[in-house]
């Protein structure tokens, strides 16, 4: 059936998000401080990117209900993945 999400899937992802939050240790704290008390209907997120190379990438948004409204949803689908100890 399509739509259908793959619970293997979903451990793998876990598995994915633990080994960037090990090797980035400051990110969860961070998402932890900014979302979603800092998150709301005309929030600015500006996200730079330099890769190896000194090539920069840039792109910013301004967060719209709409946005915040998928990012709730999304958060709680992926709250029964996640533990205590992750965003």
Sequence with gaps: MAGMVN???LFKLKSLLDQ???AHPKLVPFVRTV???EF???T???IKVTNPAGK???YNMRLSAE?????QEAKTIGHG???DSDV
């Design 7 to 9: 619970p293997l899937e």
């Design 67 to 71: 946005d915040i409204a998928a990012m």
């Design 40 to 42: 709301a209907e005309g």
């Design 44 to 46: 600015i997120i500006d």
């Design 35 to 37: 979302y979603p008390n």
């Design 20 to 22: 960037l939050t090990a």
């Design 56 to 58: 920069v990438f840039h």
């Design 81 to 83: 993945m996640a533990s």
